[in-house]
């Protein structure tokens, strides 16, 4: 398992004149070499998933939060540098209040579990949204890990929570006119550089599962060019082949960015 592309080059060893394999070389044909910088997660079905098991809700939520460090290796394992994953929405509040306490309890009890895991595997946290919603026993336990991991140089873990694309792009523009900018120095990098997701790269892939195929208010201005990948596999049971499977699809994806490829720009040249 590798965290970091520049520790992976750290750690090559010189064999038969060769450099050492790591995993995300052996693994990359999957990909055809073409891994995403960024991949977003809507993490849907743990309510599902639980239902189908004769459970409460809360453990399928559990059973979901359970699979997060699973699928961290996995992504990692790829190469994979930023992870960004929809926890909680602006509109989750309105579901009924045990579920709503029981997902706020589950962010505290996963940075629990998860913060000396963080450390050793030197991944970064971040917490995207409206952090001042939560209790504040809450936000000291998210700050405290947050600066924690701040110098990691690894994995880059991104949790939104109480988070809404267009409540982001709202509180962009609010903090641009506090600024006091001029409307002509606004420009799409000034926009991009006041929403939570500031000098994070765009993803390239959002990967949504349990068979609904919209985007639910996430990540909307940033997810202009990205990749969407769905899948009908509820979100606990979302393990290492599913993410081999989703990455081999991105890496077969043409992405143009409303250009044109190489390919399409030479057959035009030679029509
Ligand atoms: C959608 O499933 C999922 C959510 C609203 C929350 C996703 C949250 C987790 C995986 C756990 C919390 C994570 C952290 C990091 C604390 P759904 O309830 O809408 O499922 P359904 O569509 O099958 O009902």
Redesign the pocket.
């Known amino acids: 398992m590798s965290f970091s592309r520049s520790d992976a080059a750290a750690r090559r060893a010189p064999s038969a004149g060769k450099p050492a394999a790591r995993l995300g070389d052996v693994i990359s044909p999957i990909t055809g070499g073409r891994v995403p910088r960024h991949v977003a997660i809507i993490?849907?079905?743990?309510?599902?998933?639980a239902t189908q098991r004769g459970l409460p809700?809360a453990a399928?939520?559990r059973a979901?939060?359970e699979n997060?460090r699973r699928i961290i290796e996995r992504f990692a394992d790829h190469g994979v540098e930023y992870l960004t994953?929809?926890?909680?929405?602006t509109e989750?509040w309105s579901r009924p209040e045990p579920e709503v306490r029981a997902?706020i309890r589950?962010?505290s009890r996963?940075i629990k579990r998860e913060l000396d895991h963080f450390r050793r595997n030197n991944i970064r946290l971040r917490l995207l949204g409206h952090i001042e919603t939560l209790p504040d026993w809450l936000q000291r336990q998210v700050r405290e890990a947050v600066e924690a991991t701040a110098e990691n140089t690894g994995l880059n873990l991104n949790?939104c929570?109480s988070y809404g694309g267009r409540d982001d792009i709202v509180t962009a523009v609010r903090r641009i006119v506090e600024a006091g900018l001029r409307p002509e120095e606004i420009t799409e990098e000034t926009v991009a550089s006041f929403l939570s997701t500031a000098g994070i790269p765009d993803p390239d892939l959002i990967i949504r599962t349990?068979g609904e195929q919209r985007i639910s208010n996430f990540l909307l201005w940033e997810s202009a060019y990205a990749e969407l990948y769905f899948t009908d596999t509820?979100?606990p049971d979302f393990g290492r082949e599913d993410i081999d499977i989703a990455l081999a699809e991105y890496g077969r994806r043409k992405r143009k960015f409303g250009g044109l490829l190489e390919e399409d720009l030479r057959a035009l040249g030679s029509a």
């Open positions: 993490m849907d079905g743990n309510g599902r998933w809700r399928g939520h979901g939060t997060i994953l929809y926890a909680f929405s989750n997902l589950l962010l996963f949790v929570f349990a509820y979100w």
